[in-house]
Structures are given as structure tokens and as C-alpha cells.
């Protein structure tokens, strides 16, 4: 079943969404959206789908984005736990 809600244009142009519709939609402050016109006269609003940019290095292609949460962390912790084993391995 479709989803209904009533948008409002506001005085400078501004679409404003209500705030209960953000919140299940997940979209935050600076989310940019995309409106779509069909042919038959339909508006779509959705959400701008990030294209990934690809940089080539050395013939390689590289996604160049922001990091996972978490992700830096997570690769000092097991660099740090890989450094401690090899530091702890018995002399010959």
C-alpha cells in the first residue's frame, strides 16, 4: 500500500516534509532528494542514490568514498593484535 502525506511549499519555495515522515524515512538535514515528473503528470521525491567515484591507479579502478563507521578502528585493533603476536613469537 502506498504511503500518503501532505507536503507544504513554505513562503521562500522550501518543501517541508513533516517531521514524523523524516524520521521513518531516515532522512536527516542535508539528505538530498531527487523529484521525478512521469509522463502521465506523477511527482516522485526520493532519495539522491550516491554514485560511487572511481579513481584509476596503476591501471587498478578504486572506489574512492567515505569509510564504514567503525572501519578505522577496527583495522588499528587487529594491526595492533598482529603486531603484539609477532613481537610475543618465542626466539630461536
Do not use: W
Request: aromatic share 0%; charged share 35%.
Amino acid at each position: 500500500m502506498t504511503e500518503v502525506a501532505e507536503l507544504l511549499v513554505d513562503e521562500t519555495g522550501c518543501i517541508r516534509i513533516p517531521a514524523d515522515v523524516q524520521d521513518r524515512l531516515g532522512l536527516e538535514p542535508g539528505t538530498a532528494l531527487v523529484l521525478e515528473e512521469g509522463p502521465d503528470g506523477e511527482i516522485r521525491l526520493r532519495p539522491k542514490e550516491e554514485v560511487p567515484i572511481l579513481i584509476d591507479k596503476d591501471g587498478i579502478l578504486v572506489v574512492r568514498a567515505e569509510p564504514l563507521a567503525g572501519l578505522a578502528d577496527a583495522v588499528r585493533q587487529h594491526r595492533d593484535s598482529r603486531a603484539v603476536s609477532l613481537v610475543e613469537l618465542p626466539r630461536l
